[in-house]
């Protein structure tokens, strides 16, 4: 049984349109984040929530908007979709310390290979 | 500057071989670090954790952290043509000083050949 499962696994699509990836974790975790992953592995935070609010969002081109229905959920959607965000989008988990004071190791996804022509 | 940056490799070496792999980092605030292990077309999975100075092992893999230095590796004793992956190392403040942040080096691609 998939801990953190994203679908699609490949999206190859025209520029200028939109695209979503969705997310879902089965693990009970509350915390959620969109990484992006490109060609050269560099691993970058784009969004994170904790229990459904937004708490982190780099600097990412407003075409990006996450959107978190509820804790064990997480999707990404993209518009006008440009070369440039050929990626593979990775989802990924995690579970607050309490005190707010631990790891927060990372659970991910197996990524969603996105190839805009 | 990158505030975490990995030794870029690639890196090839026999099996049986042991193999070191290197961050550095320059935010004094990190105190926790990972080691990601990343196979072809796949997630990373957590490898090791480690909280501030020390070492660990685990089986063949040693992580050690030397705060003073900013520096930590990844030892690997023993390798096996299956630790073939691109390694990422992955660190991070306490939380709620960084809301769940991770910074991760590049990675740096190992092959290890029979």
């Known amino acids: 049984d998939t801990a953190v499962s994203q679908t699609p696994k490949y999206l190859v699509t025209q520029m200028g349109n939109d695209k979503s990836i969705k997310c879902e974790q089965n693990?009970?975790?509350?915390?959620m984040y969109w990484y992006k992953q490109d060609s050269k592995k560099f691993l970058k935070i784009m969004f994170s929530y904790n229990n459904k609010e937004l708490i982190i969002n780099e600097t990412v081109p407003n075409r990006f908007s996450p959107k978190s229905p509820d804790k064990a959920h997480l999707n990404l959607h993209i518009n006008s979709l440009e070369l440039g965000d050929s990626a593979v989008y990775f989802c990924?988990?995690?579970?607050?310390?309490?005190?707010?004071?631990?790891?927060?190791?990372?659970?991910f996804g197996a990524g969603s290979r996105l190839t805009v022509l | 500057q990158k505030e975490v940056e990995q030794d870029p490799g690639p890196l090839s070496v026999p099996e049986g071989a042991i193999v070191s792999l290197n961050c550095t980092y320059s935010n004094s605030a990190f105190q926790y670090f990972m080691w990601y292990r990343q196979y072809s077309r796949k997630g990373p999975e957590l490898l090791m954790y480690?909280?501030?100075?020390g070492n660990k092992e685990d089986g063949r893999f040693t992580a050690q952290v030397d705060k003073s230095s900013k520096y930590i590796s990844l030892f690997i004793r023993d390798s096996q043509p299956s630790d073939s992956a691109t390694y990422l190392c992955?660190?991070?403040?306490?939380?709620?000083?960084?809301?769940?942040?991770?910074?991760f080096g590049d990675g740096t691609t190992l092959t290890v050949k029979p």
């Open positions: 480690t909280y501030s100075s």
């Open positions: 693990l009970g975790h509350d915390t």
């Open positions: 990924a988990s995690s579970q607050e310390n309490i005190q707010g004071s631990g790891a927060n190791v990372l659970t």
């Open positions: 992955a660190m991070r403040s306490p939380a709620r000083t960084n809301a769940g942040k991770s910074t």
